[in-house]
């Protein structure tokens, strides 16, 4: 079976410091994988997204950035963060070619961050 | 552009009511739409998926509906539980892309 980590869980970090948070999927091959954050009291947003190796996209021009170094591993970071990165990090993924439309998306159990 | 809403924001009910959560989209030219539940502070778990070809989907209590030519989906709860409280999502995929968008949410609370 498919199973999706996330880490780390939670993660306090002053502002300017640099950012890494990881997420592998196991157990399938060339999965379409996200970023999304939940700010408080605010809905989910997608940050970027990941077709392959390599393969980024972004939807929101920011202070991140994400790379996809291996089929399964998908890594959001930042050189310098700031206080309105704070929030709730999920990463999901859905089989390809036909996840997305037949079996919809898995999420991570999430990283809560705070910048103070 | 695609959006997502739900209707009521927050709800509070007594154990053992029906209920029902709604959701409207936009774009009717989706994929499928996918209710969640999310816990507070935890990932979301992924409750029905409705493909866009299907009028509904089922699972134990819980039944969600598809119109996708009004653009409505409703997630029906019966015989509701304690347990069941947490902050209910939905979201569709669009024809024009893989993207998973979503709504803002309802806050259930079931009351002893």
């Known amino acids: 079976s498919q199973t999706i980590h996330q880490w780390p869980a939670t993660l306090v970090q002053p502002v300017g410091s640099p950012l890494s948070l990881e997420c592998t999927v196991e157990g399938t091959s060339n999965p379409n994988l996200y970023w999304y954050r939940q700010a408080a009291g605010r809905g989910l947003q997608l940050l970027f997204y990941s077709v392959g190796i390599g393969q980024i996209s972004s939807e929101v021009p920011q202070n991140l950035s994400a790379s996809r170094p291996q089929d399964r591993q998908f890594i959001l970071s930042s050189k310098k963060l700031l206080l309105s990165d704070s929030g709730f990090y999920l990463c999901?993924?859905?089989?390809?070619?036909?996840?997305?439309?037949?079996?919809?998306?898995?999420f991570g159990s999430g990283t809560r961050l705070t910048v103070v | 552009k695609q959006e997502v809403t739900q209707i009521p924001a927050a709800l509070s009910v007594p154990e053992g009511e029906n209920l029902v959560l709604n959701c409207s989209f936009t774009d009717s030219a989706i994929y499928n739409l996918q209710w969640f539940r999310q816990d507070p502070g935890k990932g979301l778990t992924s409750l029905l998926l409705i493909q866009s070809s299907q009028r509904e989907q089922t699972s134990g209590r819980l039944n969600a509906s598809l119109d996708k030519s009004s653009g409505r989906s409703t997630l029906y709860i019966a015989a509701s539980q304690p347990g069941d409280s947490a902050t209910y999502l939905c979201a569709v995929i669009g024809d024009s892309s893989y993207k998973l968008i979503f709504g803002s949410g309802t806050r259930l609370l079931v009351r002893p």
């Open positions: 999901a993924w859905s089989a390809m070619p036909y996840g997305p439309k037949l079996y919809g998306y898995t």
